[in-house]
């Protein structure tokens, strides 16, 4: 499975943008797909998740400004993102999993300047 992420890029503090994550390959074999994050210094924290049967997990820091979804049928994954804070500046990761899958796109940079 190869993951390809856009959607980045530089946003002032309240701002929203929208990153999409395109899946392609074996795709039959996700079971679920997920965003996480990595800020400069510091280590990969999950960001959202969600399952093929549309089952979503936020991590606490992003509830009730992100939204997590995915268009099965065009094996996409969108993560929308509002109110969007300096703290949220990191490179943005899809990730896909299945039974023998755990595959990462290149990851997108998303700035929130203050």
């Known amino acids: 499975v190869q993951l390809v992420e856009s959607g980045g890029g530089l946003v002032q503090a309240g701002g929203s943008l929208r990153l999409s994550c395109a899946a392609s390959?074996?795709?039959?074999?996700?079971?679920?797909m997920g965003w996480y994050r990595q800020a400069r210094g510091k280590q990969r924290e999950l960001v959202a998740t969600?399952?093929?049967?549309?089952?979503?997990n936020y991590a606490d820091s992003v509830k009730g400004r992100f939204t997590i979804s995915r268009d099965n049928a065009k094996n996409a994954m969108l993560l929308q993102m509002i109110s969007l804070k300096p703290e949220d500046t990191a490179v943005y990761y899809c990730?896909?999993?299945?039974?023998?899958?755990?595959?990462w796109g290149q990851g997108t940079l998303v700035t929130v300047s203050s």
């Open positions: 969600i399952t093929s049967g549309g089952s979503t």
């Open positions: 990730n896909a999993r299945g039974m023998v899958l755990d595959a």
């Open positions: 390959g074996s795709t039959f074999s996700i079971t679920a």
